[in-house]
Nanobody, 127 residues
Framework: QVQLVESGGGSVQAGGSLRLSCAAS????????MGWFRQVPGKEREGVAL???????TYADSVKGRFTISRDNAKNTLYLQMNSLKFEDTAMYYC?????????????????????WGQGTQVTVSS
């Protein structure tokens, strides 16, 4: 069982930066696949990024080169550094976790493959 609590959302002008954090309650945090999804009302959830237990990362094309996902296993914390924010990045951002299976993580393209979700933190980018 993993509980996830996001923080760091807020309002920012286009071109600005924000860093999201996700505190995880688990004694085996370092073994989990971790990721971020986002959702705009009326639209499906969109995978943003994932980080594997070994530190390898995957990003959605829409955020490549602007967002960086990282994890601090000593602090049981996941981060999402968001730079060069655009109006279309406005969304509720969710931290997700899932156990790796034989070293593999769920795809960031399908939200239903992730079992644990945080409550979300709102990011609003004004143009």
């Amino acid at each position: 069982q993993v509980q996830l609590v996001e923080s760091g959302g807020g309002s920012v002008q286009a071109g600005g930066s924000l860093r999201l954090s996700c505190a995880a309650s688990s004694n085996s945090y370092s073994t989990y696949c971790m990721g971020w999804f986002r959702q705009v009302p009326g639209k499906e959830r969109e995978g943003v990024a994932l980080i594997r237990p070994d530190g390898r990362t995957t990003y959605a094309d829409s955020v490549k080169g602007r967002f960086t996902i990282s994890r601090d296993n000593a602090k049981n914390t996941l981060y999402l550094q968001m730079n060069s924010l655009k109006f279309e990045d406005t969304a509720m951002y969710y931290c997700v976790a899932e156990r790796s299976t034989f070293g593999f993580c769920p795809t960031v393209k399908i939200s239903s493959t992730w079992h644990y979700w945080g409550q979300g933190t709102q990011v609003t980018v004004s143009s």
